[in-house]
């Protein structure tokens, strides 16, 4: 069993910048792939970036066309983090922000791919 715990959330102005991370804990963190995802309200569960294992020490990361660019996903395994650096903000990415982790991913950018989640964090972008 995988427990995630999302930390960094919070009201931000439009332009600025928020890192989020995830602790993992209760499994082999450099075998899931991880990944993050958010939920405006109203609206369904929407991927906005993935990272897993590509082979050697490297490690494959993917992003949403609406992040990239501004998004940007990476690990610690040293730490069993992974962190979501989203820097020039829009209003539009408000929104509850959750960190999965799976084994056996094929894409990593569709939520009914990952086993875990965590309780999510809110991310507000005021205007």
């Known amino acids: 069993q995988v427990q995630l715990v999302e930390s960094g959330g919070g009201l931000v102005q439009a332009g600025g910048s928020l890192r989020l991370s995830c602790a993992a804990s209760g499994g082999t963190f450099t075998s899931y792939a991880m990944g993050w995802f958010r939920q405006a309200p109203g609206k369904e569960r929407e991927f906005v970036a993935t990272?897993?294992?590509?082979?050697?020490?490297?490690?494959?990361?993917d992003h949403a066309d609406s992040v990239k660019g501004r998004f940007a996903i990476s690990r610690d395994n040293a730490k069993n983090t992974v962190i979501l650096q989203m820097n020039v903000l829009k209003t539009e990415d408000t929104a509850v922000y959750y960190c999965?982790?799976?084994?056996?991913?094929?894409?990593?950018?569709?939520?009914?791919?990952?086993?875990?989640w965590g309780q999510g964090t809110q991310v507000t972008v005021s205007s």
């Open positions: 990272t897993r294992w590509s082979g050697g020490t490297l490690y494959y990361a």
């Open positions: 999965a982790a799976g084994l056996g991913i094929a894409t990593g950018t569709k939520a009914r791919e990952y086993h875990y």
